[in-house]
């Protein structure tokens, strides 16, 4: 890492880190989006993806709420709809830095057969894409690690645990090599039926692991953003959409024990949580610190991707003359993010 790099790497997480800002995940593969088009009955192409895309880029008055935007490599070679200008200038000419997605999404490699667990493929040729991604105006990079939980047959498993924090420590000092910010994303996901309980003690176990990876590969942490989820429980929990207290709680509790303070920003992901939901569990976590009288040692905000476009998709359907009423729909919920991360909900 040159001293160039550096200094940008410290101009890209300041900006990154700014209060009241968050992070739109636009990182969507084509398959995933390909799932949200078909919820409003939209057909799955290129062209409609850079539509949608673009529509969100440009709606006014986005830079008061989104600091960063993560794409998927084909928006950040994509052209506007006119061909005069790729995508990534409309973010930068609004002072929002454009990222990329860079791992190539999990598969089964680790624990034991049947048990589906899964390691994340990406880190063939990662140094020289990300030295691409740089080149095509890239400042940050998002890898996303994924591990389940399930009571019964005593999962994650220590093995996996172990490959998913290797390899987001590896994919983190690979960036920072060359010229990336990388946001660091170990999600455990919501499937299941268990409790807040049993997700607090499992996020804690593996945010403990990736920060030991991250030492060990000599990452500079004050370099980096952590993406993680919020404690939450299983989605097939009763409790999983009411009990707001414990969530904000038990995610103040682990983050303040296993986080370092010299990580600049926790941009939470939304974790399939409603939009509602997540911002009203990231303000209460705003406001249970404030009444502890201690301020957090980070940005503590918001990289959301469905919690930000599920209102704005709806708007849209599909008919671009919808395109305002889809901006006006992903503003207002930015808007609401912005004050959920400043406790002022």
């Given amino acids: 890492m040159t001293s160039s790099f550096v200094e940008e790497l410290k101009a890209t997480c300041a900006k990154l880190s700014q209060k009241g800002k968050g992070v739109l995940a636009a990182d969507e593969s084509t398959g995933t989006i390909g799932k949200r088009f078909q919820s409003i009955d939209v057909e799955n192409v290129e062209e409609n993806r850079r539509f949608w895309r673009e529509t969100l880029f440009n709606a006014k008055e986005v830079e008061k709420y989104i600091s960063g935007v993560i794409l998927f490599e084909e928006t950040l070679y994509a052209k506007t709809g006119d061909g005069t200008q790729r995508l990534t200038e409309i973010l930068t000419k609004s002072d929002i830095v454009p990222g990329i997605k860079v791992d190539k999404g999990a598969t089964i490699?680790?624990?034991?057969?049947?048990?589906?667990?899964?390691?994340?493929?990406?880190?063939?040729?990662?140094?020289?894409r990300c030295k691409e991604y740089y080149e095509a105006g890239a400042r940050f990079a998002k890898w996303r690690a994924v591990l389940?939980?399930?009571?019964?047959?005593?999962?994650?498993?220590?093995?996996?645990v172990e490959a998913n924090a290797k390899s987001l420590a590896r994919y983190a000092k690979i960036c920072q090599e060359n010229g990336l910010v990388p946001i660091v994303e170990p999600e455990i996901v919501p499937d299941g039926g268990h409790d807040v309980e049993v997700s607090r003690t499992v996020t804690k176990g593996v945010l403990t692991k990736v920060f030991e990876h991250l030492k060990k590969e000599n990452v500079s942490l004050e370099l980096m953003v952590l993406k993680p989820n919020m404690v939450t429980p299983g989605s097939g929990n009763e409790e999983s959409e009411k009990d707001d207290l414990k969530v904000a709680e038990y995610t103040n509790e682990v983050l303040l024990e296993c986080v370092p303070e010299t990580v600049p920003a926790i941009l939470f992901l939304s974790g399939g949580q409603s939009e509602d939901a997540a911002s009203r569990r990231l303000n209460l976590m705003h406001k249970l610190q404030k009444e502890s009288g201690k301020a957090f040692p980070w940005t503590l905000s918001y990289s959301y991707g469905r919690a930000l476009q599920a209102s704005a998709l709806k708007a849209w359907s599909g008919d671009n003359g919808n395109a305002s009423k889809a901006q006006e729909a992903f503003i207002e919920k930015a808007k609401s993010c912005s004050l959920a991360s400043l406790g002022e909900l």
């Fill in 109 to 128: 490699q680790v624990g034991k057969d049947g048990d589906g667990e899964t390691d994340t493929n990406g880190m063939d040729g990662l140094g020289d």
């Fill in 148 to 160: 389940k939980i399930d009571v019964e047959k005593a999962l994650p498993s220590a093995d996996a």
